[in-house]
């Protein structure tokens, strides 16, 4: 009965300990992967820095042009921002809740006071290809007041750090939710979104830093 009872304890303290190493190694395997998301998007670049040259594409906004129509896309190298001041907010992805929701929105209801603080070029880019980002301009109205960028897979953000991939959310590789003040190609401000929503990124946040 002793022997009986003394291996049985022996079964349970055993079966505790692997319980608890399998725990501590879960946990130990959570942290690893969350810390590995965090860290996949970090900005390369800080304010005082030249941003490196990329091109985007974009179709033009034509006042007479319906929803349905395609457009011919057209590119725009970072060169054309020489000796401009310019605003680039990034979004994950186009007709995406917050982006569509709350991010791009707030941009279209201060591009006015944006412009008037001596801005010359305002855009939105995404990893979207340009007739998407194209429609989406179009279904948000953005007319000619703020460019909207197709970032191909991401390239440029990826290059400055700020690229994010969510291909376990079925999306690829997409542009981090960011924001960038250029003057004659160099960052006066650069902020990536530390969580999910707008803060930094954000309309307010810019005219502030403007």
Not at 103 to 113: I, R, S, V, W
Not at 132 to 145: H, N
Not at 155 to 172: E, F, Q, Y
Request: contains cysteine.
């Amino acid at each position: 009965m002793i022997a009986s009872f003394s291996l049985r304890a022996s079964r349970v303290a055993t079966s505790q300990t692997i319980r608890s190493r399998v725990s501590l190694t879960n946990t130990s395997s959570l942290r690893l992967r969350l810390s590995s998301t965090m860290a996949e998007t970090t900005p390369l670049l800080k304010v005082g820095d030249t941003i490196p040259a990329g091109t985007f594409k974009y179709i033009p906004y034509t006042p007479e042009e319906s929803i349905a129509a395609c457009g011919i896309p057209q590119a725009l190298s970072t060169d054309s921002w020489k000796g401009k001041k310019v605003v680039l907010f990034s979004v994950p992805g186009a007709f995406t809740p917050t982006c569509h929701v709350t991010h791009l929105p707030g941009f279209l209801a201060k591009a006015d006071e944006i412009k008037a603080k001596g801005v010359d070029v305002l855009a939105v880019v995404a990893a979207n290809d340009p007739f998407v980002m194209s429609g989406w301009a179009k279904a948000l109205g953005l007319k000619d007041k703020i460019l909207a960028l197709s970032d191909t897979d991401a390239a440029w953000s990826a290059s400055i750090g700020l690229s994010k991939d969510l291909s376990a959310r079925g999306m690829g590789t997409r542009t981090a939710r960011y924001a960038l003040i250029i003057d004659d190609l160099v960052i006066k401000y650069i902020e990536l979104e530390p969580a999910a929503g707008v803060t930094v990124s954000g309309a307010d946040a810019v005219l502030k830093a403007l």
